[in-house]
């Protein structure tokens, strides 16, 4: 229930639909029922935050349990943070409108590392210190997980306890510990030492790390109760871990307004850039009965008029025919769309043609990643321009006259050649629509490049790899632009200085824990978006601190130098990214899982299971 004081800011702010709650099957519990209280934070506006698939499952999660009840809180807008300052008016949950510190356990999603100075603005808008040696109380308990918990250095001086990998079973243990220690009256030093001992929790106060004197890592020792190595949770069985029945249906527009069905985690392909392509190994699918079974359930209690196959590579999915002829006979006839994101170049079938034709076409999404073949099998893409050729012959004769191809910039090998053949792509692209004597008449061809800046992360091939300069990146955006000679080819690219400031998060020690708070006192916020990212800000707060960004972002690192996160364990062998990265330089590829397990050891949080080798 929102106190008078918030009603009254509702009138004065944009969109406050984002701030009062109570949408379709959100969740409402009677207070005196409740022995643990979660607020759920996602450190962006409402818009982004609700269309996050993550989110709605650990709220799924929390709140089938009948004694915990998990409420949903976004980073308010500019204008409603300044209300809330002038009026004192702290930080609160939507299905309550209860201030967020006085909950039990406060846990943060991390997506993306320019979220983070939204972390502390969020937790100093609740009333709640920002350290975590400054929380001497077992509540509130501030918690945080996603993709950026694999290198949770940056910010592990504000944080009690990450969650490493897959949440769903985490969560519900998490829950199920605070209740635990809150009947017992436990203190926050003893909840710390229990939770310590859990697969799939770090508490980074239990680890100490020295450094040598020219600021990489002498060593990180682990004490009190905690491992030597925080390994990660893995899910093994996905057709019987919780997903939702129902989703939140917003009051406003979001980014993605629909159904999201989850077919499997992991990828076979093992792209040397994608953290995700092995953050999430072993590869584990979902049934088709029960992906449609999901679906069927989520449209009837929403009423959404659209399904979203979603994984990292939806079309190496091994159910997907099965699965789409079975749900078109009912989406069909019930006009219900199926978007399928995440669709590969090299095996884009006659069969799955067919079947998208038949749902709302709107434009294809590609991902070929380099502009030439040398520096396609650098980063192991395993996909040939022949395979891009035949995939768009097979869209334009099918009807599509849109296609967008997305492309990564400042890829370890890249030489300007390169870049030149994003654009030379582009045109052959282009030129192939006007070949085909069936294209769709009467229309022209648009095609779209997004050309986004390489940041090395943790856990893959190329975490030890130099990032380029922010000049050298503008240097090749200004190439790729120039080498463009048609209107029916749009490029997009990204700044180079969020992209320089993401790369030094990316891999980034606990050092940085003084830049984010200096950067965030400064004004910093909300740093993914372009209109209010301060560059300046983070580079004064960086001398500040007496930290060299540049030694973060730019600097290759050698096989044996400890890196920040070598403390956690995501499955993937150390010596198995090693290869891999000797291989790029030499522009050799590696099978993909489905035609020969390469050994990245992902199986052996698993029970060594893996269902690219289970299914080969």
């Not at 997004?450 to 091939?461: G, H, N």
Request: net charge negative; hydrophobic share 35%; charged share 30%.
């Amino acid at each position: 229930m929102l106190s008078e004081k918030i009603k009254g800011i509702l009138l004065d702010v944009q969109k406050p639909g984002r701030y009062v709650g109570g949408e379709l099957n959100s969740v409402v519990k009677n207070k005196e029922d409740v022995k643990v209280r979660y607020a759920f934070c996602f450190p962006d506006t409402y818009e982004i935050g609700m269309s996050h698939l993550g989110m709605k499952i650990l709220y799924s999660v929390v709140n089938d349990i009948d004694y915990a009840w998990c409420e949903r809180v976004f980073a308010p807008g500019n204008d409603m943070e300044e209300k809330m300052r002038e009026l004192n008016v702290p930080l609160w949950a939507l299905e309550s409108g209860d201030p967020i510190k006085d909950f039990d356990l406060i846990g943060f999603t991390l997506q993306y590392e320019l979220s983070f100075s939204n972390i502390l603005n969020m937790l100093d808008l609740a009333g709640v210190p920002l350290y975590s040696k400054d929380r001497t109380e077992l509540a509130p308990l501030v918690v945080a997980g996603g993709p950026c918990a694999c290198n949770a250095e940056p910010i592990a001086d504000f944080i009690d306890v990450f969650m490493l990998g897959d949440g769903e079973e985490t969560t519900a243990q998490l829950v199920e510990l605070v209740k635990k220690h809150k009947e017992l009256g436990s203190s926050k030093i003893d909840f710390l030492r229990d939770i310590a001992q859990y697969k799939g929790f770090y508490v980074p106060a239990f680890y100490d790390v020295e450094y040598n004197d020219d600021g990489t890592i002498k060593s990180v020792t682990a004490k009190e109760t905690a491992p030597e190595k925080a390994e990660k949770a893995v899910v093994a069985d996905m057709d019987k871990v919780k997903y939702p029945e129902k989703f939140i249906v917003p009051s406003i527009e979001i980014v993605h307004d629909r159904v999201t069905a989850e077919i499997f985690r992991g990828c076979i392909r093992g792209c040397r850039f994608c953290q995700a392509g092995f953050i999430y190994r072993p590869i584990r699918e979902k049934s088709p009965e029960v992906v449609e079974e999901q679906c069927r359930k989520l449209i009837d209690t929403s009423g959404y008029d659209e399904i979203s196959l979603c994984s990292l590579s939806t079309s190496d999915y091994t159910g997907l025919q099965p699965l789409l002829n079975s749900m078109l006979d009912w989406t069909i006839k019930e006009k219900i769309n199926v978007a399928l994101p995440s669709l590969r170049v090299d095996n884009f079938s006659d069969e799955l043609m067919e079947k998208l034709a038949v749902v709302r076409r709107s434009g294809l999404t590609f991902a070929p990643e380099a502009g030439t073949q040398r520096l396609r099998d650098a980063i192991n893409k395993n996909v040939t321009e022949e395979d891009v050729m035949k995939t768009v012959d097979k869209a334009f004769a099918g009807g599509w006259t849109a296609v967008k191809l997305y492309f990564m910039i400042g890829l370890p090998t890249e030489t300007l050649d390169d870049v030149a053949g994003i654009a030379q792509l582009g045109q052959r692209v282009v030129d192939e629509f006007y070949r085909l004597p069936d294209r769709p008449k009467g229309k022209g061809v648009q095609v779209s490049i997004s050309a986004s800046s390489f940041v090395p992360k943790p856990f893959t091939p190329f975490q030890w790899e130099p990032q380029d300069t922010r000049e050298q990146l503008e240097e090749k955006q200004a190439h790729l632009l120039s080498s463009v000679t048609t209107k029916k080819i749009k490029i997009s690219t990204h700044l180079s200085q969020s992209s320089f400031l993401e790369g030094v998060f990316a891999r980034g020690d606990r050092r940085l824990s003084k830049v984010i708070e200096l950067a965030w006192k400064k004004g910093c916020k909300f740093d993914s978006w372009d209109d209010q990212f301060k560059f300046n800000k983070w580079m004064e707060a960086f001398e500040e601190a007496g930290l060299e960004p540049s030694f973060y972002a730019n600097r290759r690192r050698e096989y044996d130098e400890i890196l920040p996160w070598d403390h956690l364990d995501y499955g993937v062998t150390k010596q198995f990214l090693i290869n891999e990265n000797k291989k790029a330089h030499q522009s050799v590829t590696t099978p993909h899982c489905r035609i020969k397990c390469a050994g990245c050891g992902s199986n052996k949080l698993n029970g060594g299971k893996c269902d690219a080798i289970s299914k080969n």
